[in-house]
């Protein structure tokens, strides 16, 4: 079945805020990009790496996460952690999700 143009480009757009709400929740625990990439499609969120790392990149310079290289295994890994900022901002991001969709059911 081929998606209608249209309708691809705003689910792309829906999906965009719902990539930041879910990565700033997940990070609450400290990860890395790979893992945080499996935590998101095991929950069924459909990012790929080249959208995540930016995003990451840009949440760390908003102040929405704090990094810090992992060299302690062969691979060394930069881990993202959520930081209080991140966590405020998410909290409001999920609050405001929880009332656009009882708006959009009332509707």
């Known amino acids: ?33 790979y893992s945080l990439l499996e935590t998101l499609a095991a929950a069924g969120f459909e990012v790929e790496a080249n959208t995540l790392y930016p995003l ?24 993202y952690t959520t930081t209080p900022q991140g966590n405020a901002v998410a909290e409001a991001l999920r609050t405001e999700w929880s009332r656009l969709d009882t708006a959009i059911n009332d509707l």
């Open 56 to 79: 990451l990149r840009r949440l760390e310079a908003q102040g929405l996460l704090t990094s810090a290289w992992n060299t302690d295994e062969a691979r060394p890994r930069k881990f």
């Open 1 to 33: 079945m081929t998606m209608d143009p249209t309708l691809a480009s705003h689910l792309q757009e829906l999906r965009r805020g719902t990539v930041v709400v879910a990565s700033l929740t997940v990070l609450r625990t400290p990860g890395y990009g």
